[in-house]
């Protein structure tokens, strides 16, 4: 009972339309004026809501209850005894199937047939096999005769709601139109119908037709030329968008999922109906994490870049449809080491011996150590003073060295 009343494969439904996305007539369809959840009439302000009367006579058990909005639970969209019971299959495209008749009403006609004939047993058993479906603990052993008729016909209205079946139950029981008013039902906020109450029988539940149709003939030369305007596509739009720019917002509303949406207005010329209507499209596409770890002494160059401190990089790669497809996250740990230096003087005859090289001439020797995290720490330097080139001089040393 609580699928939207949308498809013909609801095993209750006898009689039904099917509709798909081509046969659709979107604004002017029937959930355009039903479901709030779609941008139509219904959405637009003209809501169909349930009357407080009437709710208020459906069981708190009964699941038709839940299809109507709880007082206190009411949104901008779906206000309080606002009906959900019917609503778009795939409202993207407009989808739904119209029911015209199911097995429930054969149930009420049966039981109220067997009540005005007498036959009171057997029709309460027919209503509580309707009406047992729908709330399990119903029970309807205490009525009969007009009571149980008019059990009947409040069941009728509940089961039935929304399925055009009211303004020919009033005319075939030759009841009056009383209308309740009040908070929750007819008058501001809500809709006011104008008229409130009609006595049986009344003139103004008849479609009138004229008996003759002679007098209703119009001359030729009076005829005037009817020009038929048809709706104007005000804007056709294909868009193509990242999931990471979602939601995406057409016409004051967010769409997050692929599909054809429109826009109804009635700004265009000659006051005609246009539509606007936008082909979304999606590109669901997962960007890709990479983290990257630089080290280094003093500088890192990260893509033509000098960085001089520590710092994290972040950066994007688009995909070609221009969406997020890698995440850089660049670490740079630059280590600041200030170097020092270290100068030695090693003076000898023939030659010097310094860390394992043998020096016979005198020359100048550098070299670098490193620190643990691999920067210049300490730079040597070495004056080597080979004095073999002066034969007098190392003379000299040595005699000096035998005495």
């Known amino acids: 009972y609580k699928q939207g009343f949308n498809s013909i494969t609801n095993p209750e439904w006898i009689w039904g339309s099917y509709i798909d996305s081509t046969n659709a007539t979107v604004y002017a369809s029937f959930f355009s004026h039903m479901d709030a959840n779609v941008y139509g009439y ?118 039935l709601w929304g399925e055009g079946f009211s303004l020919i139950d009033l005319k075939r029981t030759n009841a009056g139109l009383n209308r309740p008013t009040g908070a929750g039902n007819h008058g501001s906020p809500n809709l006011d119908p104008v008229v409130y109450s009609l006595p049986a029988g009344s003139q103004q539940m008849l479609w009138v037709t004229p008996s003759r149709d002679s007098g209703f003939v119009i001359p030729c030369e009076k005829v005037q030329k009817l020009i038929i305007t048809k709706r104007i596509i005000k804007e056709n739009i294909n868009v193509s968008v990242c999931n990471s720019s979602l939601p995406y917002r057409w016409n004051g509303m967010d769409y997050t999922n692929n599909g054809t949406y ?103 020797v550098r070299d670098t150590v490193k620190s643990y995290q691999g920067c210049d720490s300490i730079y040597n330097v070495a004056n080597i003073k080979c004095k073999g080139e002066n034969k007098r001089w190392c003379k000299y040393i040595f005699n000096i060295r035998l005495s």
């Open 262 to 364: 429109f826009y109804f207005t009635t700004t265009s010329d000659n006051s005609c109906d246009s539509v606007a209507i936008l082909n979304l499209v999606i590109n669901k596409l997962i960007p890709i994490l990479n983290n990257i770890n630089l080290k280094n002494c003093n500088s890192i160059t990260y893509k033509t870049k000098v960085y001089t401190a520590s710092t994290i990089v972040r950066d994007t790669v688009k995909s070609y449809q221009g969406c997020d497809s890698i995440y850089n996250v660049a670490t740079l740990t630059i280590t600041k080491v200030t170097p020092t230096t270290s100068t030695v003087t090693l003076y000898g005859c023939n030659n010097i011996i310094y860390k394992g090289n043998s020096y016979i001439t005198t020359t100048i």
């Open 42 to 159: 219904a959405q637009l302000g003209g809501q169909k809501k349930i009357t407080k009367a009437l709710y208020d006579q459906i069981a708190s058990l009964d699941v038709r209850k839940q299809v109507f909005k709880t007082p206190g639970t009411g949104t901008t969209k779906e206000p309080e005894y606002c009906q959900t019971k019917f609503h778009l299959a795939n409202p993207s495209k407009w989808v739904g199937d119209y029911l015209y008749m199911r097995t429930a009403e054969m149930y009420l006609i049966e039981a109220e047939a067997k009540a005005r004939l007498g036959n009171y047993v057997s029709a309460r058993a027919v209503l509580e096999t309707l009406v047992k479906s729908r709330y399990p603990t119903y029970s309807a052993a205490s009525f009969s005769g007009a009571a149980l008729i008019s059990e009947i016909l409040l069941q009728r209205r509940i089961e």
